[in-house]
């Protein structure tokens, strides 16, 4: 049964633990109104209080949720994942994703993460900062391929560090971490920080 009170919440997700944990965590929160969870896109036209303001979906399932446009227009859509390669949060972000969680983001955090959703805000968590695993060769953009170094810059880019922050953490000059960058932006298909933060700004 959905709870009254704030803005409509849903929980996508095939594990029905991973559904309980999260929708327990804003069970009385006043902002929110937990419309409850479901394993699989099919099955969200069975959940009570009608289309969610905000849903917390699997990765895996993004694509379905994508293809029906008709249901998810007005809903601000969260992904929830086991992988943080930049690559895939890069892919987020270009699909209009409001949000991404990686599968290690405290629970506090995803708390203050949804309300800012909520709020017309993006939440990005991207999980532990050691460097994500390399990312295949190929995909929707055509080759990408980016070194171990690569993925490095990048995944301290998604977090908003400076060239400086970086440099210090990978123990690298400036100029090579502003190299590096740029072959980062190329290969990502954006023209530079501006471009790939402005992908990171929320949509509708």
């Not at 998604?158 to 960058?181: D, H």
Request: charged share 25%.
């Amino acid at each position: 049964m959905a709870e009254t009170g704030g803005r409509g919440l849903i929980v996508l997700h095939s594990s029905p633990l991973i559904r309980k944990a999260i929708l327990d965590l804003f069970r009385g929160d006043p902002n929110v109104t937990v419309l409850g969870g479901c394993p699989h896109p099919t099955a969200v036209d069975t959940l009570p209080g009608g289309r969610p303001d905000v849903a917390l979906v699997e990765y895996e399932q993004w694509p379905e949720v994508r293809g029906n446009r008709s249901y998810w227009s007005g809903t601000r859509v969260i992904l929830y994942s086991r992988d943080n390669a930049p690559r895939s949060v890069v892919e987020c972000i270009r699909g209009g994703a409001a949000g991404f969680v990686h599968e290690s983001c405290p629970p506090e955090s995803i708390v203050k993460g949804l309300h800012d959703v909520l709020s017309g805000r993006s939440f990005w968590h991207l999980g532990a900062d050691e460097p994500p695993q390399p990312a295949p060769d190929t995909g929707v953009w055509g080759t990408w391929k980016l070194s171990g170094r690569e993925e490095e810059i990048l995944g301290l880019l998604l977090r908003r560090r400076s060239n400086e922050e970086i440099a210090q953490e990978l123990c690298l000059t400036q100029q090579t971490v502003k190299n590096y960058a740029s072959r980062v932006f190329h290969k990502v298909g954006v023209s530079g920080r501006k471009e790939l933060f402005r992908m990171l700004r929320p949509c509708g």
